[in-house]
């Protein structure tokens, strides 16, 4: 995805300001699936996806203005999901398997037993699957990471900034993530059989 110029975004804010409904349509079709992705790293429940999705393009609806442009409109929307996802967190704090580090991994237990005899299509959905049950064990900012690198394929400088640390950081948190990402998938998979999967 590519971010609209800021021009274009402080424009139709200017007319969702003045309560112009196309104008946040058009910066909703814009940044939608975008914000889901990044939301999606950080939320294992899918039920809820949509309702943060909503939540962010409500903030914005409120206060458009609240965008100053110092920065790309696709980092402050991540920064206001990041804060949405929290309060989810902490106002369902009973509900514990909306945290994504909290992935049980009877996934990971009933996947080393399916039969692999399988068409292409269902093997590439079960990895899809089995890899964001592994992606979810890592700590949110190692997903917001890997959202920033592997999603939307920024630099590691690019990313650095936005997380507020050094270069190297980003680089050994991303080394050490892939190592267990990879683990897990060997834990679900076997090693030997990782091999012709990846």
Sequence with gaps: MKDLPIKTVKQLL????????????????HY????????????????VLDEIVQDVFLAIYLKPLAFNGSS???????????????????????NQELIAEDIDDSILEKVVDLDWNVTKRHEEAELKEIMLACIDKLSLSI??????????QNKVD?????????ANTIKARLYQ???????CLEHAYGSTKLGDIL
Excluded: G
């Design 72 to 94: 790309q409109f696709s980092t402050w929307l991540c920064s206001i999901a990041r804060k949405k996802v929290i309060d989810r967190i902490r106002s369902n704090k009973t």
């Design 143 to 152: 997903r917001e990471e890997m959202f920033w690198v592997f999603y939307q």
């Design 158 to 166: 690019e990313i650095a900034n936005i997380q507020d640390c050094s």
């Design 177 to 183: 993530s892939r190592k267990k990402v990879r683990h």
């Design 32 to 47: 939608q699936q975008f914000l889901f992705a990044f939301i999606r790293l950080q939320v294992a429940d899918e039920s």
């Design 14 to 29: 200017r007319q969702v300001n003045r309560k112009n409904n196309k104008a946040i349509t058009t910066l909703y079709t």
